[in-house]
């Protein structure tokens, strides 16, 4: 679990990814690869997820591809058998949480209130999902329930920007945010690849000039 918190605070952004069609899982991995992410939350929200998954991780070895929208036990097996490095759930659901620790596999609940922080740090988690990040208070509200939880840190995803990124990664409880920006469903369905890896490289460009100041 640590190294995948690592891994993903490297980053500083895990591109948030939906795929209607397994045939773009190449030509998105390729463009995020070489833009600099080479990570990606492939949600389960659609029912191309699972194949998008395994194309991604055969192709690129290398790139660090995780299921998020993660709903039930059945999924969470789904996903690891597609190559899935860690499991993200928009929701605190004990059973998906203890069952992933259960098989030593990283996972990162959605946490949005001091009762669901509270069951995530009885069960060791030091990293949890902040989302709908934006539509419950950004920054401000994570610094407020940090403060009790002193080693515990967050990854907000929803409604983070280019525009709001640095407001986020300037909080040292924040590890990394998940993003869909680079990666836009319009983008992806009009195969317009350069664009996502140009954007991509932005994104990169914009954590490092934030994280050096």
């Not at 998105?28 to 492939?42: I, N």
């Not at 659901?93 to 995530?120: H, M, N, R, W």
């Not at 907000?156 to 990394?176: F, R, W």
């Not at 998940?178 to 369905?189: C, N, Q, T």
């Amino acid at each position: 679990m640590s190294t995948v918190t690592e891994k993903i605070s490297t980053l500083g952004v895990v591109p948030v990814v939906v795929l209607e069609d397994a045939k773009d899982a190449a030509p998105l991995a390729k463009a995020l690869v070489e833009g600099g992410l080479p990570c990606a939350e492939v949600t389960f929200r659609t029912d191309a997820a699972e194949e998008s998954i395994k194309i991604m991780t055969s192709e690129y070895p290398d790139m660090f591809v995780g299921a998020g929208t993660v709903l039930t036990i059945e999924q969470v097996d789904r996903a690891v058998a597609a190559g899935a490095k860690f499991i993200v759930s928009p929701g605190f659901d004990p059973e998906i949480v203890d069952y992933c620790l259960s098989k030593e596999i990283p996972v990162f609940p959605g946490c949005i209130t001091p009762s669901e922080v509270a069951q995530a740090v009885k069960r060791g988690l030091k990293v949890v999902k902040f989302f709908p990040a934006e539509q419950f208070g950004g920054v401000a509200t994570i610094k407020a329930m940090a403060a009790p939880y002193v080693g515990l840190k967050f990854m907000p995803t929803g409604g983070v920007s280019a525009k709001n990124l640095e407001s986020y990664l300037s909080c040292d409880k924040i590890v990394a945010c998940g993003g869909s920006w680079m990666v836009k469903g319009d983008l992806v369905k009009a195969g317009k690849f350069d664009e996502i890896k140009a954007m991509t490289e932005e994104a990169v460009k914009l954590v490092a000039e934030i994280r050096n100041k």
